[in-house]
């Protein structure tokens, strides 16, 4: 279907109306596979806000890898969660920038017109967690735009009002909106979960990736001294630029990834590599980590385990090369280290770690700004590793700058990360 894009740096309604249609670009489960052919542009009725909901009028977006995986219908398809069995589509965007601009009955925090940027955690009201223990812990808990349909790949996405922050003044709407999901993960991770401490040593895999560019600016903020791994020289200046003591080109390590299809022999060697890894590690560090910071899985995961110092802690929220991880335990019980598991952050943790961005402390990695129109393609380039840092899509906004109105601060807007592609 042919959709006229023509339209999207106007209102088309006045603020607390809403048109009957929209672009969006949406996955269907009969054409799930490779992002470029599974996420495609469409029209597609523009959502209402139900009690305690908003919806926002997209400025900017951001990408991050869980639309990647929902194009893929891996590991499990999306279709299956949430309200899309209901409205048939997912329209993914779990990072966005954008104008409050229809609110729903018994939302009083925030008002039509309110400049935004959204988190992407969902829970309901009325689970008992939400109120005591952690909204992460209710049995309704779900990511927007990956459990649910109403992303920011399009003209409008619908949010719970709790998801809503206010966006900090200095960035524009692409800068706004590129950090939140990968951030915010991050900073459950290393300040909650890794309980990270001043004089703290971490090792950070995929470094100059979505959740890397941020891991390495929070471990300078706690002033823990941090080494990144990444696959080329390019992404490894960046690294440093951002605070790393140093980073480690992972091509040099390449025997240590696990495949799992290794006989025993080739297990002995691989172990071997391993070993030299953690060396190397501990050669920057000065010790080797208190903590790693894990995303990678299968390939890297018996060698974060090995390379942890003995009590130290792997936290790990995400598995790209795989999620059935094995290891050998011993190194585990017999040094007493301990795995953590992380999944994004509650609005208390978002709204502390917006709170940094706003006052400077950590800035958003901005790769690449692209318009609407590139939507399925920066997610290809993505799905291929192609990529550094994060990518943000102009929606409502005409350009990379438009949205900044606080210039008088002096506070800088985001890192521009020259590498990869
Ligand atoms: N649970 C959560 O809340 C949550 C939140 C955010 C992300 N995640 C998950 O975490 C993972 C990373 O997310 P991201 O946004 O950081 O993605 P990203 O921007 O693609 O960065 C990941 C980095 O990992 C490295 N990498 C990829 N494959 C690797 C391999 N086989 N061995 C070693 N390194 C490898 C790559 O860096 P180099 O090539 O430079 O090494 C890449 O830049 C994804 O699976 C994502 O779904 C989970």
């Given at each position: ?342 999944h994004f952050a509650n609005a208390y943790q978002c709204m502390k770690a917006n ?67």
């Amino acid at each position: 279907m042919s959709v006229d894009l023509a339209p999207l740096h106007t209102p088309r309604t006045a603020l607390g109306e809403l048109p009957a249609t929209m672009s969006a670009w949406a996955i269907r489960e009969d054409r799930l596979g490779e992002p470029e052919d599974a996420i495609q542009l469409e029209e597609v009725a523009v959502p209402q806000p139900g009690p305690f909901e908003v919806v926002v009028r997209v400025m900017a977006a951001g990408v991050n890898f869980n639309n990647v995986w929902a194009a893929l219908g891996q590991p499990v398809s999306v279709f299956k969660y949430g309200d899309h069995p209901e409205f048939g589509h997912h329209i993914g965007g779990s990072d966005a920038s954008g104008i409050v601009w229809k609110v729903g009955e018994g939302v009083t925090r925030w008002k039509e017109g309110d400049e935004v940027v959204i988190h992407c955690n969902q829970a309901s009201y009325e689970d008992v967690e939400v109120h005591g223990l952690d909204p992460m812990a209710a049995p309704s808990q779900q990511i927007w735009a990956y459990e649910t349909t109403w992303g920011s790949f399009a003209e409008y996405c619908k949010v719970q009002a709790q998801q809503l922050l206010p966006k900090p003044k200095h960035l524009s709407w692409a800068e706004a909106a590129s950090y939140g999901l990968t951030y915010f993960t991050a900073y459950r991770m290393l300040m909650d979960r890794g309980q990270i401490k001043a004089g703290d040593k971490v090792l950070i895999w995929g470094a100059a990736g979505g959740l890397g560019v941020f891991a390495i600016q929070l471990c300078k903020a706690a002033g823990a001294e941090c080494v990144g791994v990444v696959s080329s020289d390019e992404k490894g200046e960046l690294v440093k630029q951002l605070g790393a003591v140093d980073y480690i080109n992972r091509n040099d390590f390449k025997g240590m990834m696990r495949t799992g299809d290794e006989t025993p022999e080739q297990e002995k060697e691989r172990f071997g590599v391993s070993r030299q890894f953690a060396k190397k590690v501990k050669e920057l560090l000065g010790d080797a980590p208190d903590i790693v910071f894990e995303h990678v899985g299968k390939a890297t995961f018996p060698t974060s385990v090995f390379t942890v110092k003995p009590f130290g802690k792997v936290v790990i929220c995400g598995a790209t090369s795989g999620y059935t991880l094995d290891f050998d335990v011993r190194y585990l019980w017999m040094k007493q280290k301990e795995i953590i598991g992380s999944h994004f952050a509650n609005a208390y943790q978002c709204m502390k770690a917006n709170a940094l961005i706003d006052e400077g402390k950590v800035r958003p990695v901005l790769w690449k700004t692209v318009g609407f129109e590139e939507t399925a393609n920066v997610h290809q380039l993505m799905r291929d590793n192609k990529h550094s840092g994060k990518i943000a899509i102009l929606v409502g906004a005409k350009d990379a700058d438009e949205g900044r109105t606080d210039t008088a601060s002096g506070r800088p807007g985001a890192i521009h990360a020259e590498v990869g592609g």
